[in-house]
């Protein structure tokens, strides 16, 4: 496998070789990267502190991890070939253009993000941690298997399907009991098998 990898901060980064299938950048100074090549199947950028923009993701790609890139503001559109997308302590990003139909788990960790675009019905897991800005979420597709939330600025939730399993925790000032408990009487989703369910509570 064809890998590229860069951990010094002041190595420029001009453009990628054609044929690499990874890209791994590490304390990068870069503020923009080149276009990806369409062999790439995974990218992983992490510590590149001045990174503002992605222009594009090939239709290929598989797994998605952006960590510790606090200026990065925006993503473009997560193509389907997508089955792993992971993103933590971007703390100024705000939007993500879109999630195509085929992506199939979603992390995001200490974004800056006030809301998300349609999840797709193919998605199986998605978990939201630390994201204070994100107030609500559309919808659920009835396929999810995993939903889970910590300490996120979420106001509401829409129906929650009947999943493997259901995690919240709220922050402490945020209560949703009443919301909760109507789901859980209609979706009954802590019987299901191995099911969990928490919440926090005043």
């Known amino acids: 496998m064809k890998i590229f990898k860069i951990s010094n901060p002041n190595e420029p980064i001009e453009s990628f070789p054609e044929g690499i299938e990874e890209i791994e950048i590490t304390d990068s100074n870069a503020t923009s990267l080149p276009p990806i090549p369409a062999s790439v199947k995974k990218i992983r950028l992490s510590g590149c502190r001045q990174l503002q923009s992605i222009e594009s993701f090939p239709e290929g790609i598989e797994e998605i991890k952006i960590a510790f890139c606090p200026n990065i503001t925006s993503l473009p559109r997560i193509p389907a070939s997508v089955k792993k997308i992971q993103l933590i302590e971007c703390g100024k990003l705000q939007s993500i253009e879109s999630f195509d139909e085929g992506v199939e788990e979603i992390s995001i960790n200490g974004s800056g993000i006030a809301s998300l675009p349609p999840i797709p019905a193919s998605v ?5 941690n630390h994201c204070k800005q994100l107030q609500s979420i559309k919808s659920f ?6 939903i889970i939330i910590r300490e996120s600025g979420i106001i509401s939730l829409p129906p929650i399907p009947s999943v493997k399993k259901f995690f919240w925790m709220a922050a402490t000032n945020f209560n949703l009991s009443n919301h909760l408990q109507k789901a859980l009487e209609k979706y009954s989703f802590v019987t299901a098998a191995s099911s969990l369910f928490h919440q926090s509570l005043q």
Do not use: C, T, V
């Open 141 to 146: 597709a009835e396929g999810i298997g995993e």
């Open 124 to 128: 199986k897991k998605i978990e939201l």
